[in-house]
């Protein structure tokens, strides 16, 4: 098995395109969804998790394997993705809520982009609706450990490898991610439980 | 016993099953007591259950096909680079490579001076120092370099350093013959440095009894750059053109790296033949050119021809797919053999690799730093493969 990745790797590496997409086959949607988790919407997940083949594709001659393939391979996603939010943080940030500071983390809430058709809104659980927003108001590194760890799996070696960050710290950001979403959640209850009293 | 907070430093662990029988069950037993802790342990597990509970999302419906043509630009792309950049070095290199050929091949006449030996020194008074493609007044030139040193005209003044040995040895002569002697003994002498010519050297040394090293290094490399001054313009040529390509037919000479190479199959049945070609192809590392310079895919139709355009590893695997390919067809089934090689020694490649280490070795700044690895990078990706094309036609 890993003869036939090492030389999907060296013919990539030689600028073979069919070679690189075998490569990347089994990780395109895993990818995808990670971009989408961080950008909130099709388009956009689509844009940035292309970008990240493009650009692993263009420096896969660098690849030295001291990591694992995927592992570097998630690493650029994650860089994109924080970079983007970055980016878009800039832009447009709307505040329905106060801002409530805590020591490490930020609680923000936003607008959902909008961009889901009636018909999507129609069908979108409020229970999902509800989680999706409160992953999206993490600061970008807890929302990174809690959509490699809680949504797409991977384990705490494989957080670290991607994050370049040891177990601990994950283990630290994630527990912290944890106990910000707990506390999200149980605000918005008590919100909803004051408006329907 | 562990206390609150203790025990909520462990949920994550918890719930990962990342923590071994003894603290769970001394956190299952706080917990079944503690009614705080109960409940931040049930709200942490709503909340990674909601998270686990996500589905992914399926791919946009274009996604895979955006994404691929994506990549064939980007491939696109980096063999239009790549291959100007190797013209690049490649032009740029082999001039230099043509620089140094021609100070080698100076050193191979000071050893053919010795046995041709016919030439006459001139007198000095008639001393030419233009460019000229005479063998004769080369030797003007040649020799006024050498009179550089010489303070009088007569050779046999022994004001000269380089003159001594000759009196010395006490050679009556007029003034052809001793030129001759100091001509050939300063032959001998600048090619010290050429090993091939060492013995005639030392031979040379006893018989006019002792030379001065040292001075004659100097008086040597003057007449170096008199000769390279003089070299004919045709044999400048002449090298330059070697030192770039070779063109063989014959497939035996195995050291040089080849860039290109292309053959012709007959046969009636090309189908088959062509499937014969891509196993070939397979079983030595090969793949298809995904897309060459002017657009070709790697297998096209045309005019009931197929032309595979193909990449093989460069070296040994493609000399042995070569051979086996031309095993396999049939020696009186293929023809219009082509390869275009380049001489390991000379190749541009190699100057090319060279210069950048020094400069990446004098780089200050980390960012050229990278930019000069990348170009290294796109070397070795270069030297890797040979481009091949295998036309298949009926007979």
Known sequence: MSNNLNSLIEQAQKGDVLAFEKLIEDHQKKVYNIAFRFMGNSEDASEVAQEAFIRVYKSIKNFKGKSSFSTWLYRIVVNICMDEMRKRNKQNIVYIDE?????KGEYRHEIESGEESPQQQVEINETRNEIYAAINSLSDEHKAV?????????????IAGIM?????????RLNRARSILKDILKKNMELFNKENV | MLNCNEVKDYVSDYFDNEINEDIKSLIEEHISTCKDCKAYFDEIKDVINRCRQITDEELPVNF???LHERLMKEAEKEKVQGRSLRNKYIAIFSSIAA????VFLFKGFYGNFNSKSKYQLSDNSSITETASTNRDSKKNVASASIKNNMESTNINNSKSETIPDMAKNGTNADNAKDKNYVASAYNERSVSKDSENKNIEESNNKTIGGTEKNTTQSQSKDYELAMAANESLDAIEENASLSITKSYTDPSKQKDRVLDAKLTIYTNDTENMSKKVQNLMQQYGGVFDSEDKVGNQGIQYENGKTILNILVPSGDSFENFWSDLKNTVGERNYGDEGRTEVDKNEDGMQDARALLNIQLESSQSEEEKESIRAQLNKLDYLESYTCVTITIQKR
């Open chain 2, 99 to 102: 620089g140094l050929i021609l």
């Open chain 1, 146 to 158: 809690i959509v490699l760890k809680d949504i797409q799996g991977f384990s705490y070696e494989e």
């Open chain 2, 64 to 66: 895979k096909v955006n």
């Open chain 1, 164 to 172: 370049k960050c040891p177990e601990g710290t994950v283990k630290s």
């Open chain 1, 99 to 103: 801002i409530t500071q805590t020591e």
